[in-house]
């Protein structure tokens, strides 16, 4: 039997767990577990970091259930990669293993009053001031403004600190840390790429920052140790693969990059889950934006290999405008009816959705924006407004490419894509479309899956996986070319921007009645 590499990928909305075979990349088995999300109060999103895990023991051992059915040895899985949703922050007590608060999730608002407190100390009140050492803007997207929330506002979370029981990480270092033994010797280690996204992490020196721990007043004591993102990190201690090596760690985009074996300086990917999110590989040196992208590390792979960076344009809601659709407004029953509805109509009719529900991101960086549905008529139905929604990603997305062009003087000739909505050919033919240039989908779109079983499988001690360029598998792809005229597209991308405009500055933070909101 050829070696097989497993993966976990914990996103927000799943946890799955998959396994490949080293040699051809294809995927052997896996098995998924939807995870649930609670919205206490509007504008928080939280998840249970025990469900977390549960979900993810349970997908270990169902697929390794599927794996003796198929009659394949569990003993030919060499090495275990994890990949996650990022900038989800978590803090557990190290002695009870138990965790202190809920897992407040990447899109939580929450922190909107954090955020402004923080830009009001900085100079000029700006919230680009520590983006020379970050590459990233002050904003309630990243870790360290919910971790600094968790101190202010969680009795229980002050109090471990205080008596150094206190443990921080995102969902990478929580899931490591449990699987390696939890209280009983787990690893408290992250990545170069997920410790970038925590705005404690200096780009440049690849490691925690006393400055910056100073400007969030976070304890340095409570941080994970940063690793590279393919090296082993400890061995799996229970289960049906205890003994297996963890040895791969890739935030879920960064993940994607590997996967899609966008390795070369200019190469790119964006990957449409319940954010969307694009990112080009600029190579071994940092690209600070001018046009409101993201620098971050992209990965590290290997202890003694130097980093590669990348420019990021990310955007809040995707997949999440159809779960919207179905879970809040019931009109899909399920996600897949979303293209059937959008088929149906075959244009919007001049209505635009903008579904700003956590703020806007790239490239605006506006928290103040919210969600808005015009142009509407008599005449707008429910399939309309599933068109418009489908759109809106894809616009999006057009916003972020432009913007990656400008920062980087050389247009985009194609863009890769994978993700969950990429099954949505509608979608993707809309993408072509609107970016007047030709998408292409793998075959297999599992893409942040298979970067981290590509870390794990060729760090050093594994070896099983080899990652130089002429031994990278061919992957079978699908190409949609664009349909419209590039004036029409133009047009409709203009109607949009002025949707977008309409948007911003709704929610103001001036305190009415119940000021006790921020309170958990």
């Known amino acids: 039997m050829e070696p097989l590499v497993a993966a976990i990928d914990q996103g927000t909305s799943s946890t799955r767990f998959l396994v490949f075979n080293a040699k051809t990349a294809e995927l052997i088995s896996h098995h998924q577990v939807e995870i649930n999300q609670s919205f206490p109060k509007e504008g928080w999103v939280e998840e249970d970091p025990r469900e977390i895990m549960q979900s993810v023991y349970e997908c270990m051992e169902r697929t390794c259930e599927k794996l003796c059915q198929l009659n394949i040895d569990i003993f030919s899985i060499k090495a275990l990669g994890v990949t996650n949703q990022r900038e989800t922050t978590l803090v557990w007590d190290k002695e009870t293993g138990e965790p202190l608060y809920n897992a407040i999730v990447w899109l939580d608002l929450r922190t909107q009053s954090t955020v402004e407190r923080l830009i009001n100390k900085a100079p000029g009140r700006n919230k680009n001031h520590l983006k020379h050492k970050t590459g990233l803007p002050i904003s309630t997207y990243f870790s360290a403004v919910k971790l600094r929330w968790l101190l202010d506002n969680v009795d229980e979370v002050k109090q471990a600190v205080v008596s150094e029981r206190a443990m ?140 590669c960076y990348a420019l990021e344009g990310s955007v809040a809601i995707a997949g999440a405008v159809v779960r919207w659709l179905k879970d809040n407004m019931g009109i899909v029953q399920s996600s897949s009816e979303i293209e059937k509805l959008a088929a149906a109509a ?30 509407l008529t008599q005449f707008t139905n429910r399939n309309h407004l599933a068109f418009a929604a489908l759109e809106a990603v894809c616009f999006q997305t ?62 050093e001690g594994v070896g099983v996986w080899n990652l130089s360029p002429n031994h990278l598998p061919d992957v079978t792809s699908e190409k949609y070319e664009p349909q419209i005229n590039s004036d029409e597209s133009e047009f409709r991308f203009a109607r949009w921007k002025k949707a977008v405009q309409k948007a911003m500055n709704w929610e103001t933070t001036e305190p009415c009645c119940n000021t006790k909101d921020d309170q958990p």
């Open 346 to 375: 075959g244009t919007s009719y001049g209505c635009y959705f903008v579904p700003a529900f956590s703020g806007l991101y790239a490239p605006y960086w506006e928290p103040s924006a919210r969600g808005i549905i015009c142009g």
């Open 168 to 307: 921080f990480g995102t969902v990478d270092s929580w899931i490591i840390w449990c699987l390696t033994g939890g209280r009983n010797g787990g690893v408290h280690c992250t990545d170069v790429s997920n410790a970038s996204r925590t705005m404690l992490f200096n780009i440049h020196t690849l490691d925690w920052d006393p400055e910056l721990c100073r400007y969030f007043d976070v304890p340095m004591e409570i941080l994970p140790k940063v690793r590279s993102s393919s090296e082993i990190y400890g061995w799996m201690k229970s289960g049906s693969l205890a003994g297996v090596p963890i040895s791969g760690c890739l935030g879920d985009q960064s993940a994607a990059l590997v996967g899609q074996m966008c390795f070369r300086e200019g190469q790119a990917k964006n990957t449409y889950g319940t954010g969307c999110f694009l990112l080009r590989n600029t190579g071994t040196k940092p690209v600070m934006s001018e046009h409101g992208l993201l620098t971050t590390v992209a990965y590290k792979l290997g202890k003694d290999e130097s980093a």
């Open 398 to 459: 057009r916003e972020i490419l432009d913007a990656m062009n400008q920062d980087s003087g050389v247009p985009l000739m194609q863009l890769q894509v994978d993700g969950g909505m990429t099954s949505n050919r509608l979608l993707m033919q809309l993408q072509a479309d609107i970016l007047c240039i030709p998408v292409v989908r793998p075959t297999m779109s599992e893409t942040s899956a298979l970067g981290a079983a590509m870390a794990a499988g060729a760090a």
